[in-house]
T-cell receptor, first 115, second 111 residues
Framework: GAGVSQSPRYKVAKRGQDVALRCDPI?????LFWYQQALGQGPEFLTYFQNEAQLDKSGLPSDRFFAERPEGSVSTLKIQRTQQEDSAVYLCASSPRTGGGNEQFFGPGTRLTVL | DAKTTQPTSMDCAEGRAANLPCNHS???????VYWYRQIHSQGPQYIIH???NNETNEMASLIITEDRKSSTLILPHATLRDTAVYYCIVSVYNQGGKLIFGQGTELSVKP
């Protein structure tokens, strides 16, 4: 079956531009996570959805970052007025259930480069 | 949040067992230990997880000490394709299961 897909795979933005990154989770998965991975570092948690509800956004680095999952499936991570420090790989993961003890399935990531 | 410590890098000969250690001395009673790996330019891949007991699946074995303060991931017969960064993670159970990654161990399997 299809895994988690993300688009675009690569995005180059000029500083100050807005970008939107899309995540298509595995069908039927309840939980969806966004992570940010800077070069040479481990992924860092950004936000978590249970169906359409955003239950944890404690990892979003600033109010320029916004995520949504309006119908409980596809999710979009939007970054407004991009800055050079936003350059990273943005990973999406989904899980069939909630809570600990569950495997997360990761997509390939979107590599964002802000010039 | 519990934190983990892992060696920065390890080498292993192809065909031999790779034993990757992890310390998580501040783990809470209902937090799981997860292992993921990340091959270059790919998203992380789940390997195995456990709470208290040792676990085994087709990829690896997970040995958790009785006090749960450390664990070891064992790849029984490492291949070149197992070269990756391996992350030991403690899951914050009551926060939706978000994963807190550290720096991981870069495992190089050599022929």
């Amino acid at each position: 079956g299809a895994g988690v897909s993300q688009s675009p795979r690569y995005k180059v933005a000029k500083r100050g531009q807005d970008v939107a990154l899309r995540c298509d989770p595995i069908s039927g998965h309840v939980s969806l996570f966004w992570y940010q991975q800077a070069l040479g570092q481990g992924p860092e948690f950004l936000t978590y959805f249970q169906n359409e509800a955003q239950l944890d956004k404690s990892g979003l680095p600033s109010d320029r970052f916004f995520a949504e999952r309006p119908e409980g499936s596809v999710s979009t991570l939007k970054i407004q007025r991009t800055q050079q420090e936003d350059s990273a790989v943005y990973l999406c993961a989904s899980s069939p259930r909630t809570g600990g003890g569950n495997e997360q399935f990761f997509g390939p990531g979107t590599r964002l480069t802000v010039l | 949040d519990a934190k983990t410590t892992q060696p920065t890098s390890m080498d292993c000969a192809e065909g031999r067992a790779a034993n990757l250690p992890c310390n998580h001395s501040t783990i809470s009673g209902n937090e799981y230990v997860y292992w993921y790996r990340q091959i270059h330019s790919q998203g992380p891949q789940y390997i195995i997880h456990g709470l208290k007991n040792n676990e085994t699946n087709e990829m690896a074995s997970l040995i958790i000490t009785e006090d749960r303060k450390s664990s070891t991931l064992i790849l029984p017969h490492a291949t070149l394709r197992d070269t990756a960064v391996y992350y030991c993670i403690v899951s914050v159970y009551n926060q939706g299961g978000k994963l807190i990654f550290g720096q991981g161990t870069e495992l190089s399997v050599k022929p």
